[in-house]
Nanobody, 119 residues
C-alpha cells in the first residue's frame, strides 16, 4: 500500500515536500518512483530511486529542482520540490516495482496527491 500526502496550493517559486508512506512491504529490492499527471496530459515520470539509494534518476524538468529520498526507518519516500512553476501543477503519484530497473513497469501505485502552483 502506498499513500501520498503533502500536496497543496502554492505560489510560483515556492517549495513543497511530498511524502509517500508505504506499508513496509516495499523495502529491500524495490525501486520507488514519483510520477505526475497534469490535466489533459499523459502521466509522466518525475524521479525514481532504488531503495538502497545507490541509483537515482530524474526527468529533465526535475533535475536541479526536485530531490527524491527515502527514510528506511519510516518506510517512507519523499519528493522535495523547489522553485515550483505553474507547469508543475499535476496530481503526483508514488509507485513501486520490484527490482533495480528504474524505468521498468511499476506495479504498485498510490492514489495521488494534488499539487497546484498558481499565483
Amino acid at each position: 500500500q502506498l499513500v501520498e500526502s503533502g500536496g497543496a496550493l502554492v505560489q510560483p517559486g515556492d517549495s513543497l515536500r511530498l511524502s509517500c508512506a508505504t506499508s513496509g512491504r516495499f523495502l529491500s529490492g524495490y525501486s520507488m518512483g514519483w510520477f505526475r499527471q497534469a490535466p489533459g496530459k499523459s502521466r509522466e515520470f518525475v524521479a525514481a530511486m532504488t531503495w538502497s539509494g545507490r541509483n537515482q534518476n530524474y526527468a529533465d524538468f526535475a533535475k536541479g529542482r526536485f530531490t527524491i529520498s527515502r527514510d528506511i526507518t519510516k518506510s517512507a519516500v519523499y519528493l522535495q520540490m523547489a522553485r515550483l512553476r505553474p507547469e508543475d501543477t499535476a496530481i503526483y503519484y508514488c509507485a513501486a516495482r520490484f527490482g533495480d530497473d528504474l524505468f521498468g513497469e511499476y506495479d504498485y501505485w498510490g492514489q495521488g496527491t494534488q499539487v497546484t502552483v498558481s499565483s
